[in-house]
């Protein structure tokens, strides 16, 4: 598997312990959740069967990408492949967590009840509703949800549209969705040579160019109502956000760090989560739909 996050990982975790203060402490629990995938895919990637997906033609998705128009797809899951992966990234979690052990194994059993209910396999929209639906019933925090999810859903659909999303002609297209799956971005680049901003998708990994002076979510493009702003100290990550429509997303700016092309953003969203909190104290939300920011931590911030 040539998956760009699925190899340099442990490179790119060392430089964001350097890049951002707070990530050393939850570095180690990334770096154990990456190399149980890592070491999952090595075992039984060849094994695992790949759906049948209906692509476009060459000419048609080229046409579509001038249009602006998302490829939109989103193939089902293979429920044995979510579960193990899943258990997998549980596992470590609870290594990593033993406090919350209790919480997490009610949510493996939860999710295996879930999964068996629902046959060979499930589309990503039930997953993605059961994931709100045990935030609602278990002890699970947002933020760790949407760890457990994201990082499990991303990996599968990585590996399945990656020789898609390699030749998709990103290059004609200007929307704000993801051109490949249709999902929202969470976060995005500033090119190190030329400034140009990328936006990466945090579930398939397809990367395009965006306009900077526009709002991925709305498409507003009024000077007036978009902005970023950054923190003292260090201004590696941006929150760009929008007026109009009260979002965000984090631009992580590699020129601070002199970077081009292999940068790992999955990583440097993980280990940028104050900003998150940030935007929402300042009373925006994520345009991704991700929450990696529970109320609780907003409520006890505000209180100091
Ligand atoms: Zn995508
Ligand atoms: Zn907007």
């Not at 998705?61 to 258990?87: C, G, H, V, W």
């Not at 051109?179 to 990367?207: F, I, Q, V």
């Not at 092309?261 to 993980?270: D, P, R, S």
Request: charged share 30%; glycine share 6%.
């Amino acid at each position: 598997m040539d998956s760009l996050w699925m190899t340099g990982y442990e490179k790119e975790i060392e430089r964001c312990k350097k890049l951002y203060v707070n990530f050393s402490e939850g570095a180690g629990y990334i770096k154990a959740v990456f190399d149980a995938l890592k070491k999952y895919y090595e075992k039984h990637g060849n094994q695992l069967s790949q759906l049948e997906l209906t692509i476009p033609s060459a000419e048609e998705s080229a046409e579509m990408m001038r249009q602006d128009e998302s490829l939109n797809l989103r193939p089902d899951i293979n429920t044995a492949l979510f579960s193990e992966l899943f258990k997998l990234v549980c596992l470590e979690t609870t290594k990593a967590n033993p406090v919350i052990k209790e919480t997490i194994a009610t949510v493996v059993d939860k999710t295996i009840t879930f999964l068996s209910e629902e046959g060979e396999i499930v589309s990503l929209e039930k997953i993605k509703a059961f994931r709100d639906l045990l935030i609602k019933e278990t002890a699970i925090e947002k933020d760790m949800a949407t760890f457990l999810f994201s990082i499990v859903l991303s990996s599968i659909y990585r590996r399945q549209l990656e020789t898609i999303s390699k030749v998709l002609r990103t290059d004609l297209y200007e929307g704000g969705e993801c051109p490949l799956c249709g999902e929202k971005p969470h976060y995005g680049m500033l090119r190190n040579d030329d400034g140009a901003k990328h936006l990466e998708c945090w579930l398939c990994g397809t990367s395009w160019v965006h306009t900077r002076v526009k709002c991925p979510y709305c498409s507003n493009d009024d000077r007036e109502e978009l902005g970023y702003f950054t923190v003292e100290g260090n201004d590696i990550c941006r929150v760009n956000y929008c007026r109009n429509c009260c979002r965000y997303c984090k631009i992580i700016d590699a020129r601070k760090f002199g970077m081009d092309g292999k940068v790992i953003l999955a990583i440097h969203n993980l280990a940028s989560l104050e900003y998150d909190l940030l935007a929402r104290k300042e009373g925006f939300f994520p345009g991704s739909g991700l929450e990696w920011i529970n109320e609780e931590d907003e409520a006890i911030d505000r209180q100091d």
